[in-house]
């Protein structure tokens, strides 16, 4: 079992005492478990069992306006009493920044929303195993598929936030995930692709023949692909790259990115960044939300922010710290975005591959291409060629390269936004992207 | 054999009576080990002119694993103590129901270190930790106000581990580690770019920053974001490609190093599994995955199963010769491991992934490709990569490029991704140079979702075809 709230209470209340003792003006600690069991299936056999159980604890610590941090996974009282004393001292010899403090005692979270994100179901690995049996019979069932590897977490977490300004909260969170990696092969090639399912409530998870259908069939349509020669084109995004694109969204306007002016949009706050139609929201308290949160990582609490109203950019992500450097208030977005999405489009899936008479639909980009300073964006691909709406055949070894400024401004949403991870947006097209082949 | 971290110290349970439990618990299966591992790793940055944060963080705990045929069971705690041992023995034998295996006994053993064991942490102090910090911001602001950003770090970490088998035989290693590292942002007319540049492995951080080296760190770095303020737009299409020696390699690294791990290859997931002996590239490539050479960032005096790590041939002549094997694929190969089988740590299972992969000097200058390549591209430095490793389709970011026109380099060129085909890229390679160069000890390769510190080398090459991501038509 997961430790309760009292026994996290305690280490943190125990650090918080300590830290006082020693010196500190204020200090913050969160303490956490998780604990995950895994099955791992090869070519429908156990391959693998995997049980993990995780306690750490991290504490910052200020004197004044001097800072320093310890993390570890020893709780026992001894281990901490020499780190904390050991932070303290690191914390004497750091160099003061007037921009160091806790949060704004009116911004922390006071009353905690029901969001449902804890499922007392416990799934014993033989029924996992049962699940993954028909997920993988399921996904071998073609001749094509010469490999397949499944996987079927269970993740329970607990934690405690507490500083010395009196906030102490935390909660239970519980995920159940289920995958499956295959691999197709015919005479010309061999090629993979794969499926996902992550929920916070068992019932919720994908059905297990679902999800070795897809995983297959996405694997056995990508097989011999052709290569096709560079030229612009029309680029549509499947809903599991699109998502991409916003999460590099989200580095650009975080408030560390902003104040360090290493962002390629600094400064555009109320000026229109994307395509007029464009709207993206924020919502930490989407109910079962695999983003939901309370409040961020140092208990500020989170309202939905609408970041993106009719094209226009409307918030940073603002954190404490980087806030005040900003002259900014925290929107408890420390540790990044909760539920992050683009509003559904007006257009449908089937209207958006017939918009062009001929488009690249990308269902995988490798390489690590996004650069947030300048906005560049150039990363390998793969995918479809689409002929007046219809597939006409699997394309790879290209790459796809634009500047984000440029793409902002290029996209069309279609309407089938589903809310499968924490990010999620609609399929997306943009317009005027380069693609390099031959 | 030193133990530097006794685990049983301070637990309730005995090394004799945790040696039963191990013992107990594989005795009918083919191979497991209890791995214990104590890191103590800190991280001190400097960004936008202030010590941004000064963290350190200690960890301990075990990782048990028990193999029965093809299956593994794992179980991992922070907890050293009877009842976590036991509990997680009992977690590994629900897994592995009637097993009836033969305990593999069998380790290699050697006497060789390649690293020194010290504590890199506690041999700098953290005042001069932060002095040379806010050295290197002063000097490089120093430099002209085209510098807009400057960030810093020092990140240092000594691993203890210990290995006890079934029937108790132990090894151990303790492990440094460091890295320095500069990144810098430039402006000019609006335009914003940015150079990183690092230096680190398996020595104190004064092995590497004395006589104010630090400051050819920061030259470094500021070089690379003044060459790419006046870059300009990269061309798209398939053209030659000449790569600079060095830190380059991590397109050996993607486009073969991976699909040579021995796990990809027994599933046959790799597209080098039915390649074994066969013409893998040009004559004249040789590659192999060493993780002896002293104080290399790769480098491991034994893995994470306690094999002794070995200088491991992949490619010879264009020939290939091995695949890069852990104890688990190597029996289930039919092989002999090479010393591969790594973990992020604790948490995780052992894989096998590379140390460092390194293409040795052949005999042309690198002066010769460039003259011998009408139009292509000149790339000196890359940001990372990433493969897939079933198509063999990989991916590298340049950070440092220039265009070739008639044979001569012309002007730099902005970050693009070269993508290319894994089995057939070395059969392009038409020209090896003799200037074999190491990276200079920052690369960590993920797999898996674990990270591990790697380490890259090779001459100057060029590759008759690969496809340039940029946008100029």
């Known amino acids: 079992m997961v430790k309760d709230q009292e026994f996290l209470e305690t280490k943190a209340s125990y650090c918080l005492g300590l830290a006082k003792k020693l010196g500190a003006t204020d200090s913050s600690v969160i303490v956490k478990n998780s604990i995950s069991e895994t099955v791992n299936f090869r070519n429908k056999k156990l391959d693998e069992s995997n049980r993990s159980d995780d306690l750490g604890l991290s504490i910052t610590t200020y004197i004044g306006k001097k800072k320093s941090s310890i993390s570890s996974s020893n709780l026992l009282n001894d281990n901490l009493n020499i780190l904390i004393e050991k932070c303290i001292e690191t914390t004497k010899n750091t160099p003061e920044d007037e921009f160091n403090s806790l949060p704004d005692r009116d911004l922390f979270a006071k009353e905690a929303k029901e969001l449902n994100l804890y499922d007392e179901t416990h799934i014993e690995n033989n029924q996992k195993i049962d699940y993954l049996k028909k997920l993988e019979a399921a996904a071998s069932n073609d001749k094509k598929i010469v490999n397949t590897e499944s996987s079927f977490t269970q993740n329970k977490s607990n934690f405690v936030l507490a500083n010395s300004e009196g906030f102490c909260d935390g909660y239970k969170t519980s995920s159940f995930t289920a995958s499956s990696v295959t691999v197709a092969k015919d005479e010309k090639s061999m090629e993979r692709d794969y499926e996902y399912s992550s929920k916070c409530f068992l019932k919720d998870l994908d059905d297990a023949d679902e999800l070795g259908n897809l995983a297959a069939n996405q694997t056995i349509r990508k097989l011999s692909p052709k290569k096709i020669g560079s030229e612009k084109i029309a680029i549509i995004f499947d809903k599991r790259i699109a998502k991409g694109v916003l999460s590099t969204f989200a580095s650009a306007i975080s408030s560390s990115a902003i104040s360090r002016g290493t962002s390629f949009l600094k400064d555009k706050v109320n000026q229109k960044i994307f395509s007029d139609k464009i709207n993206v929201f924020d919502k930490p308290d989407m109910l079962k939300g695999l983003g939901s949160r309370n409040f961020d990582s140092e208990g500020v609490k989170t309202d939905t922010l609408k970041l993106v109203d009719q094209g226009i950019l409307k918030h940073y992500l603002i954190d404490t710290y980087n806030g005040k450097k900003l002259n900014l208030k925290s929107n408890g977005r420390c540790g990044g975005t909760s539920n992050l999405y683009f509003e559904n489009g007006n257009i449908n899936f089937k209207d958006l591959l017939n918009s062009h008479s001929k488009s690249l639909y990308i269902t995988e980009t490798i390489g690590h291409g996004s650069n947030i300073v300048t906005g560049d964006y150039s990363v390998g691909a793969t995918g479809f060629l689409i002929e007046n709406g219809e597939f006409k055949y699997p394309i790879n070894e290209i790459t796809i390269a634009g500047n984000f400024k440029d793409m902002f401004q290029n996209i069309t949403l279609a309407n089938d936004l589903e809310f499968k991870y924490a990010t999620n947006s609609p399929t997306m097209l943009i317009e005027g992207m380069v693609v390099a082949g031959k | ?473």
Request: proline fraction near 3%; include cysteine.
């Open chain 2, 1 to 473: 054999m030193s133990h530097m971290s006794n685990f049983f110290e301070k637990s309730d349970v005995s090394r004799k009576e945790a040696e039963s439990i191990i013992s107990d618990t594989l005795q009918k299966c083919d191979d497991g080990e209890l791995y214990l591992e104590n890191s103590k790793s800190e991280s001190i940055l400097l960004d936008d002119n202030k010590i941004k944060n000064s963290s350190y963080n200690s960890d301990l705990g075990f990782g048990f694993r028990a193999i029965s045929d093809e299956v593994v069971a794992y179980s991992h705690s922070n907890e050293i103590s009877k009842n976590s041992l036991k509990q997680s023995s009992e977690n590994l034998k629900s897994t592995l129901k009637s097993v009836k295996g033969t305990y593999n006994y069998e380790i290699p053993k050697s006497n060789k270190k390649y690293y020194d064991n010290i504590n890199p942490i506690e041999q700098k102090s953290l005042n001069e930790k932060i002095k040379i910090l806010n050295d290197v911001n002063d000097y490089l602001r120093s430099k002209g106000d085209k510098v807009k950003q400057v960030t810093a770090n020092f990140l240092g970490e000594q691993k203890s581990v210990e290995i006890i088998r079934s029937g108790g035989e132990t090894l151990s290693d303790v492990r440094p580690l460091v890295r320095f590292n500069v990144s810098v942002m430039v402006e000019k007319d609006g335009r914003k770019e940015t150079g990183v540049y690092g230096v680190g492995g398996r020595q104190s951080y004064d092995s590497y920053l004395k006589d104010e080296n630090w400051k050819s760190v920061c030259d470094e770095a500021l070089r690379i974001a003044s060459v790419n303020l006046e870059s300009k737009p990269a061309p798209a299409g398939e053209m030659k490609v000449v790569l600079g020696p060095g830190w380059p390699a991590i397109l050996i690294h993607e486009a073969v190093g991976h699909g040579l791990e021995g796990d990809f290859n027994r599933k046959k997931t790799s597209a080098f599994h039915n390649l074994m002996g066969q013409k893998v590239a040009s004559e004249g490539v040789t590659i192999i995955d060493d993780g002896t050479i002293d104080n290399r960032r790769g480098s491991l005096t034994i893995d994470d199963e306690g094999t002794p790590t070995e200088k491991t041939v992949l490619i010879e002549n264009g020939i290939l010769k091995n695949f890069m094997q852990d104890r688990l694929n190597a029996r289930l190969m039919k092989t002999r491991s090479t010393g591969s089988g790594r973990r992020e740590n604790y948490r995780h299972i052992v894989l096998p992934r590379m140390r460092n992969t390194m293409m040795l000097s052949g005999k042309q200058t690198q002066e010769e490709m460039i003259k011998a390549v009408d139009k292509g591209i000149f790339a000196v430095s890359f940001g990372g990569g990433q493969v897939d490793i079933t198509s063999g389709k990989f991916v590298f970011n340049c950070t440092e490029a220039y265009e070739i026109v008639n044979g001569k380099i012309g002007s730099p060129i902005k970050g693009a991704t070269l993508i290319g085909d894994g089995p057939s890229i070395l059969k392009e390679v038409s020209m090896v140079g003799n200037d074999m160069m190491m990276d200079p000890g920052i690369g960590t390769c993920g797999k898996a979702g674990q990270g591990v510190p790697v380490g890259v080398a090779q001459p100057s090459i060029l590759i008759n075809k690969m496809t340039v991501g940029g946008t100029k038509l």
